[in-house]
């Protein structure tokens, strides 16, 4: 079965802890994306990717880091130094960056407590 | 600068009403128009793009150039169209979609 997997659906964090966020995809997609929901505020991307080691920031990159070892991986840690981190997260991945259809994963709610 | 703008935060119908969920877009180029659906509880999913000129449940979009819109439209809404919409660009300076604020319609009873 096909598709984009975010995991955990729900996380909790403690103030000044990093934490990171998982997503895997299975599509073959080179182009892999971090976007931030927020109410009122739409989809912000935070980081993109076109292909392995290499990523660029995005709108909001600030306190947020990624990485892409591996085509079909690209996890997001949110550092202590994310100022207003409790969020929706999602992922998404497409064929070519910036064309077609973006395929998206369930989300990851972050809550820091 | 390329922006999405989608003026309403909300838009509420009565089922069999028709419905227009308006975009309008800023970029200097020829952009690919999307929109996207998120139904409760559900992950952000592909509606319609405009270059397939599809009808997808109904719902239809037309790229006016001109007035640089892309407006959503279906002439008899549903209950179960009821969903946050957001409207996205393709094109962008990073290469990325570039999303609206979205608009949740509730088709009421």
């Known amino acids: 079965d096909g598709g984009i997997t975010q995991s955990p659906k729900y996380l909790f964090r403690k103030e000044g802890q990093n934490v990171t966020l998982s997503c895997e995809q299975n599509?073959?997609?080179?182009?892999m994306y971090w976007y931030r929901q927020d109410p009122g505020q739409g989809l912000r991307l935070i980081y993109y990717?076109?292909?392995?080691?290499?990523?660029q920031k995005g709108d909001i990159a600030e306190g947020y880091s990624v990485s892409r070892e591996k085509k079909e991986s690209f996890p997001l840690t949110v550092t202590s130094a994310q100022k207003n981190p409790t969020a929706f997260y999602l992922c998404?991945?497409?064929?070519?960056?910036?064309?077609?259809?973006?395929?998206f994963g369930q989300g990851t709610r972050l809550t820091v407590v | 600068a390329q922006r999405v703008t989608q003026p309403e935060k909300l838009l509420s119908v009565f089922k069999g009403a028709p419905v227009e969920l308006k975009c309008n877009y800023s970029?200097?180029?020829?952009?690919?128009l999307f929109w996207y659906v998120q139904y409760s509880r559900q992950r952000l999913q592909l509606l319609l793009r405009?270059?397939s000129r599809e009808s997808i449940k109904g719902f239809t979009a037309d790229l006016n150039k001109g007035e640089t819109s892309f407006h959503l439209k279906k002439p008899f809404a549903q209950e179960e169209d009821s969903a946050m919409y957001y409207c996205?660009?393709?094109?962008?300076?990073?290469?990325?979609?570039?999303f609206g604020k979205g608009t949740k319609l509730s088709v009421k009873p």
């Open positions: 998404a991945s497409s064929i070519i960056r910036g064309e077609g259809e973006a395929f």
């Open positions: 599509l073959n997609h080179d182009a």
């Open positions: 990717s076109q292909i392995v080691n290499d990523f």
């Open positions: 970029y200097s180029g020829s952009p690919e």
């Open positions: 405009h270059i």
């Open positions: 996205a660009l393709s094109g962008g300076s990073q290469g990325n979609l570039i």
